[in-house]
């Protein structure tokens, strides 16, 4: 018999895709939340999904975090559960530190995880050179330099469990990442410190789950064992983790 998980009161959710993604691959979570009673909205980020005609070498992670700040501010929403995958981790932290007031939980998804400082974090000055030189060279065979493409060897080190018809649904929607969402750094200040923390780890997202475990970490988590897009690969596990970690 299937154990169905409810909040103790009914929240508005906010879903903030990763890298290359858009609204649309919370396809299979947005129902399962809203059946619980749950308002759920999935953003796409400017560039991104729908929102592709509009990408610009300009955007940037402050164009990211006006996407979200809007979403809530003309959806009227409030006690906000914000979940950020991936990249957006960094979006939503951001988001959380401009209107905590607004923020009841933020769920990293399998996603950067801010450190407790208050300088400039998150940006391309983090990453190994030889990594982001990778980046690069790809943004510059994509031909123009400011746009990442999802490439066969990420897909097959973080995604070997989409297959299939999953397969063939993600990679016909998937759209080349403006290179400042990576390259853009964050700040936060105290404000992000009073918002709640929660943290869902994927055993395939390509992180290190074991290390990960011995981080102080300041909020409740799970890991699901999937890849790094649980919400195409094990939705109901997702919602469930959401659910638990939150209600």
Known sequence: MNTVLTHSNMADIVLVPGAWL???????????????????????????????????????????????????????????????????????????????????????????????????????????????????????????????????????????????KDREWMLSKITPLPIRLFQDSITLSVNYDSVKKAYIFCTGGGDGIEEIKREKLDGPSKIIESGHWPMITKPSELVEAIISLTG
């Open 22 to 164: 858009g609204g649309w691959v919370w396809k299979k979570v947005v129902p399962l939340l809203e059946t619980k009673g749950n308002e759920t909205q999935a953003v796409t980020l400017t560039g991104m999904g729908e929102r592709v005609h509009l990408a610009s070498r300009e955007y940037g992670i402050e164009t990211a975090v006006k996407d979200v700040m809007n979403l809530i501010e003309y959806n009227d929403l409030d006690d906000v559960i914000l979940v950020g995958h991936s990249f957006a981790g960094k979006v939503v932290a951001s988001v959380a530190d401009c209107i905590a007031d607004r923020v009841n939980t933020l769920v990293f998804l399998d996603a950067f995880r801010p450190k407790k400082i208050r300088t400039p974090q998150g940006g391309a000055d983090e990453w190994p050179k030889n990594d982001w030189e990778e980046v690069m060279e790809e943004c510059r065979k994509n031909g123009d330099g400011w746009k990442y493409p999802l490439t066969k060897e990420i897909l097959e080190h973080i995604g070997q469990d989409v297959l299939g």
